[in-house]
């Protein structure tokens, strides 16, 4: 038997740990251990009871269209439980009104100029028409590629919004190599950024019919966050430990085994393995590295972070009858705090099917750099939700019969312009040990998916376990 520890609950971890014992040449030949620190799994999957609600109060939807998230929910036995948001359309603020999400944009970069005019001015409009296009070298941010192309307006009216949902982060200083490859691709090679967007506007449509497109976004009846606890019980079954509360303070070399430290420093605990994947924040991986890989954990020390918050409100109602659409998102131009609203009730079926009579609504607040909005009380923070809430509908909503505040300290890393290098570095050879997480590949969580399972496979092909190279047998699933 091989030992292999996963440091990490979150479900990249969960994923690297699935995939070691799932995968057909490593079958009862692993002692897979999984540690978290946390009390429970899951990371950024949570779940709260919201005015006799329980929901998602951590990332409440995946890509559909990455099949990496859906296929490891069917996997641990919860196929039957996938389900899409309503088809019904969000807005965008500006000037103070919402303006309908317009449809054939790529991360806000529009296809077709004509579909946001009124969101943009004539003006604006036109400058965007006129696109300029001249070659790009090397990485730069998204912001500072559409400002140059199209103008200023598209990236603080479109762009903007689009980025700060993904990563809580400002255009103008995300990679637009790791963000929006396909922009970068055509920044480089001298191509038009709005025939890009129309390009991919055909190909997301070329095999759906106009009355059933795929959907885009998947979620679990019950809540996203119910996913964690899924891949543990599965985990389980398969006889892999799974410890909570349990934080790994150093990680060191011993000849050829691995000997991690747990517990506090009066009660310290070794656990001897032959590999670790190391699925935790990258200001955490980088301490644990930073005796065996110190080139790795300066580059991965070098990785910002965006915190935010989540507030949730309940409302006594029925959703029809409070709300019209499925939320808006807000630029950082408009003089609002928040950043984005969603209508839980509205965008999730199961959820106004499963309580009929309340309306369940949610606010984000947070950018990176914008921690001292975050150091106001979970009062202040309603009270924020609720005004700006307000100002974009309009008129007030009654008063809440519950609220929740969920403070997501360090939560989404920064692609900033130069990340692939970090990456790089972070992942230079280190015998036994391999990364994975949202600061690598992506952040959404099928990328985090596939992030686990890739570090996973590395680890058995370095084990070779057994006999033939495991990338001779690829696991179920690969990278996209």
């Given at each position: 038997?091989?030992?292999?520890?996963?440091?990490?609950?979150g479900?990249?971890?969960l994923?690297?740990?699935?995939?070691?014992?799932?995968?057909?040449?490593?079958?009862?030949?692993?002692?897979?251990?999984v540690?978290?620190?946390?009390?429970?799994?899951?990371?950024?999957?949570?779940?709260?009871t919201?005015?006799?609600?329980?929901l998602?109060?951590?990332a409440?939807?995946?890509?559909?269209r990455?099949?990496?998230?859906?296929?490891?929910?069917?996997?641990?036995?919860?196929?039957?439980?996938?389900?899409?948001?309503?088809r019904v359309?969000?807005?965008?603020?500006?000037?103070?009104?919402?303006?309908?999400?317009?449809?054939?944009?790529?991360?806000g970069?529009?296809?077709?100029?004509?579909?946001?005019?009124?969101?943009?001015?004539d003006?604006?409009?036109?400058?965007?028409?006129?696109?300029?296009?001249?070659?790009?070298?090397?990485?730069?941010?998204v912001?500072?590629?559409?400002?140059?192309?199209l103008?200023?307006?598209?990236?603080?009216?479109?762009?903007?919004?689009?980025?700060?949902?993904?990563?809580?982060?400002?255009s103008?200083?995300?990679?637009?190599?790791?963000?929006?490859?396909?922009?970068?691709?055509?920044?480089?090679?001298?191509?038009?950024?709005?025939?890009?967007?129309r390009?991919?506007?055909?190909?997301?449509?070329?095999?759906?019919?106009?009355?059933?497109?795929?959907?885009?976004?998947?979620?679990?009846?019950g809540?996203?966050?119910?996913?964690?606890?899924?891949?543990?019980?599965?985990l389980?079954?398969?006889?892999?430990?799974?410890?909570?509360?349990t934080?790994?303070?150093?990680?060191?070399?011993?000849?050829?085994?691995?000997?991690?430290?747990?517990?506090?420093t009066?009660?310290?605990?070794?656990?001897?393995?032959?590999?670790?994947?190391?699925?935790?924040?990258?200001a955490a991986?980088?301490?644990?590295?930073?005796?065996?890989?110190?080139?790795?954990?300066?580059?991965?020390?070098?990785?910002?972070?965006?915190?935010?918050?989540?507030?949730?409100?309940?409302?006594?109602?029925?959703?029809?009858?409070?709300?019209?659409?499925?939320?808006?998102?807000?630029?950082?131009?408009?003089?609002l705090?928040?950043?984005?609203?969603?209508?839980?009730?509205?965008?999730?079926?199961?959820?106004?099917?499963?309580?009929?009579?309340?309306?369940?609504?949610?606010?984000?607040?947070?950018?990176?750099?914008?921690?001292?909005?975050?150091?106001?009380?979970?009062?202040?923070?309603?009270?924020?939700?609720?005004?700006?809430?307000?100002?974009?509908?309009?008129?007030?909503?009654?008063?809440?019969?519950?609220?929740?505040?969920?403070?997501?300290g360090?939560?989404?890393?920064?692609?900033?312009?130069?990340?692939?290098?970090?990456?790089e570095?972070?992942?230079a050879?280190?015998?036994?040990?391999h990364?994975?997480?949202?600061?690598?590949?992506?952040?959404?969580?099928?990328?985090c998916?596939?992030?686990?399972?890739?570090?996973?496979?590395?680890?058995?092909?370095?084990?070779?376990?057994?006999?033939?190279?495991?990338?001779?047998?690829?696991?179920?699933?690969?990278?996209?």
């Amino acid at each position: 038997m091989r030992r292999v520890a996963v440091v990490g609950g979150g479900i990249s971890g969960l994923a690297a740990a699935w995939e070691l014992v799932s995968h057909p040449d490593a079958v009862g030949s692993l002692e897979v251990t999984v540690f978290d620190a946390a009390p429970a799994v899951g990371g950024k999957l949570a779940l709260a009871t919201v005015g006799g609600v329980t929901l998602d109060v951590g990332a409440e939807s995946m890509l559909a269209r990455r099949p990496e998230g859906v296929a490891l929910a069917t996997e641990v036995g919860a196929g039957d439980r996938i389900t899409h948001p309503a088809r019904v359309s969000a807005s965008i603020v500006s000037g103070g009104r919402r303006w309908p999400m317009p449809s054939g944009t790529l991360m806000g970069v529009p296809s077709e100029i004509d579909r946001v005019r009124g969101l943009l001015t004539d003006e604006e409009a036109d400058r965007a028409a006129a696109e300029r296009i001249s070659p790009v070298h090397g990485d730069v941010s998204v912001g500072d590629l559409v400002d140059a192309r199209l103008g200023r307006a598209v990236t603080d009216k479109l762009v903007e919004p689009l980025l700060a949902g993904v990563y809580a982060g400002h255009s103008r200083e995300i990679s637009a190599e790791l963000a929006v490859p396909a922009l970068a691709a055509a920044a480089h090679e001298g191509r038009s950024l709005v025939e890009t967007a129309r390009v991919a506007a055909r190909a997301a449509t070329a095999t759906a019919t106009t009355d059933t497109p795929a959907p885009v976004f998947a979620s679990l009846v019950g809540g996203l966050g119910t996913l964690p606890g899924l891949v543990v019980d599965a985990l389980r079954a398969k006889g892999v430990e799974v410890r909570t509360s349990t934080t790994v303070r150093h990680l060191t070399r011993r000849g050829d085994e691995l000997v991690l430290v747990t517990g506090p420093t009066t009660d310290e605990v070794e656990h001897v393995v032959d590999a670790v994947v190391l699925a935790t924040p990258a200001a955490a991986t980088s301490r644990l590295l930073r005796e065996e890989a110190p080139g790795a954990a300066t580059a991965l020390a070098g990785i910002r972070y965006a915190s935010l918050a989540l507030v949730t409100l309940a409302l006594e109602g029925k959703p029809t009858d409070l709300l019209e659409g499925s939320g808006f998102l807000v630029p950082p131009t408009e003089p609002l705090t928040i950043k984005a609203s969603t209508f839980s009730s509205v965008k999730w079926p199961w959820l106004a099917q499963a309580h009929p009579g309340t309306t369940v609504l949610r606010a984000s607040v947070g950018r990176a750099g914008e921690e001292h909005v975050l150091q106001r009380s979970d009062a202040e923070l309603v009270d924020v939700a609720l005004g700006d809430i307000a100002t974009v509908l309009g008129r007030r909503l009654p008063e809440p019969v519950d609220v929740h505040v969920q403070r997501w300290g360090g939560a989404l890393p920064q692609y900033e312009v130069g990340h692939r290098q970090r990456v790089e570095v972070a992942r230079a050879p280190l015998p036994g040990v391999h990364v994975c997480g949202a600061a690598y590949d992506g952040v959404g969580i099928p990328a985090c998916v596939a992030s686990g399972r890739a570090a996973a496979r590395a680890v058995l092909e370095g084990l070779a376990v057994p006999g033939e190279a495991v990338h001779e047998q690829p696991g179920p699933l690969g990278m996209m």
